[in-house]
């Protein structure tokens, strides 16, 4: 252990970032505590992917079982089917206590100190906890900060936890309204729009910007707006803002013109959720005492080794990551991290390659997505000096797919025309999420269509829908 301090690292923040970081860091032979303000696993296991995924999966099956024209054409037959709010609720709670008593005992059989309650910065390689008991100071060689993040609740919009609330409370599925404005088109207001229509509520979709589900690749925002949205008991209103929200019986949403901020309606819904995004939780931290500060948005400086920055420059011994560094918000991203600060802090130069970062929405069907969007791709090579392609396959021509009787989606890979290298790979359809990692490896090692279209994968299976596309790619040029 560093002579001279508690631990050779303590870690602020016990979310799935913080809790890889202080794994990764016992195998590699550091003493570490980790200090945690409310539960272990943050966001994502207690409010965020693993909850969410409960709901969408219960959700998903009441969809899939009363699809009656789907079941017939494979040849089955049901009638009454029904579900228990209460029980699906139950469900996610379980999973979420689950997981995060595994997390916990993780912890403790690694040897790994966990200390309850909030910690800041009180100078250089130093931090204060405030617990039940008062105020105890810890040291540590290196620090890393792992704070996470918050639901953003725009000016204008009124939470009360029951009539307008956000995801935190959404998850917890104390009611089924008949009629709920979703605020955002995003990953949370998809999914929860796939969770609410399965479960027979009615979705108006508010989006600020001019067209549904700005952050995705085109030719994926418009398929899924005909598969995901246009079928289903929601209606949209694009180019809109909610510049006024008001709780109660009825909830009072006042829509106005984005450019204009003029009213152009007024909306009476049963229950609002606000799914506009999240921002850091870096309040409160002691930066200063480090001689470092938040950006104008709040989030925490670092560099390519998560090496926290002051004036520009690293500081020493002191390191962000997760949602707070603003770089990708994703629990997978918050991980990769972590283990990257903690190689850094052994000496160990790494950094993380976004670019080969997946993400996905567990719609259904699903999306995901990795590496560039088309107009990004675009940009990108302009600014470079090569020529951009994309190529679609579609789930319709999938054996697979057609077997399940799932053929809605496509692939779309972008690439180089020049080397061939995958820059993106954006999919809507069945088990998308799954099927993304191996466009995620394929641009981690900035592989080829040209090697890619060579490799053999397993018929029939989905993945063939990215083998389709690597083949055609090359037959294409």
Request: glycine letters at 10%.
């Amino acid at each position: 252990m560093s002579q001279g301090f508690d631990y050779d690292l303590l870690i602020v923040g016990a979310g799935v970032g913080g809790h890889g970081a202080a794994i990764h860091a016992v195998s590699c032979g550091l003493k570490v505590a980790i200090v945690e303000a409310a539960e272990m696993g943050g966001t994502c296991i207690n409010r965020g992917c693993i909850p969410s995924k409960a709901l969408l999966s219960a959700a998903g099956r009441v969809r899939e079982l009363r699809d009656a024209h789907h079941l017939k054409t494979l040849g089955i037959q049901l009638q009454g089917v029904g579900f228990d709010r209460q029980a699906i609720a139950n469900h996610a709670a379980n999973i979420v206590s689950k997981i995060r008593g595994d997390m916990t005992n993780s912890l403790k059989r690694l040897g790994i100190d966990s200390i309850q309650g909030w910690g800041k910065l009180a100078g250089p390689q130093k931090v204060t906890v405030s617990t039940d008991r008062g105020e105890k100071t810890v040291t540590a060689k290196d620090i890393i900060l792992a704070p996470g993040s918050v639901p953003w609740v725009p000016a204008g919009i009124e939470i009360d936890g029951k009539t307008v609330f956000t995801s935190d409370d959404a998850l917890k599925l104390e009611s089924l309204p008949s009629w709920i404005a979703i605020i955002g088109s995003g990953y949370i207001g998809l999914e929860f729009a796939d969770i609410y229509t399965a479960l027979g509520c009615e979705i108006t979709m508010i989006e600020a910007l001019d067209q549904l589900m700005p952050t995705f690749d085109p030719d994926i925002a418009k398929q899924a707006q005909r598969v995901l949205i246009a079928p289903r008991d929601i209606e949209t209103r694009a180019g809109l803002l909610a510049a006024k929200v008001t709780p109660g019986s009825p909830v009072l949403i006042e829509l106005a013109d984005t450019k204009t901020k003029e009213v152009v309606e007024v909306l009476e819904v049963d229950a609002c959720l606000v799914a506009t995004g999240r921002i850091p939780a870096t309040k409160n931290l002691g930066l200063e005492s480090a001689g470092a500060e938040t950006d104008r948005r709040g989030f925490i400086p670092v560099d390519d080794r998560m090496a926290v920055l002051a004036g520009g420059e690293p500081v020493a011994n002191l390191w962000a990551i997760g949602d707070a560094t603003g770089k990708m918000m994703l629990a997978h991203a918050a991980s990769a991290q972590g283990i990257t600060a903690v190689e850094n802090i052994c000496g160990r130069q790494r950094t993380v390659d976004y670019r080969s970062i997946p993400a996905a929405a567990f719609t259904h069907p699903e999306i995901s997505f990795v590496g560039l969007t088309e107009p990004a791709a675009q940009e990108l090579g302009k600014a470079e000096g090569f020529q951009v392609a994309a190529v679609r396959t579609y789930f319709k021509g999938n054996s697979k797919a057609i077997a399940e009787g799932e053929t809605e989606g496509l692939a779309k890979v972008i690439y180089r025309q020049d080397t061939g290298e995958v820059l993106g790979v954006h999919i809507l359809g069945l088990h998308a999420a799954d099927l993304i990692q191996e466009a995620a490896n394929a641009i981690a090692y900035r592989q080829s269509v040209r090697d890619l279209a060579f490799l053999v994968h397993t018929h029939p299976t989905l993945s063939e829908v990215l083998d389709e596309a690597y083949k055609r790619a090359v037959a294409t040029h």
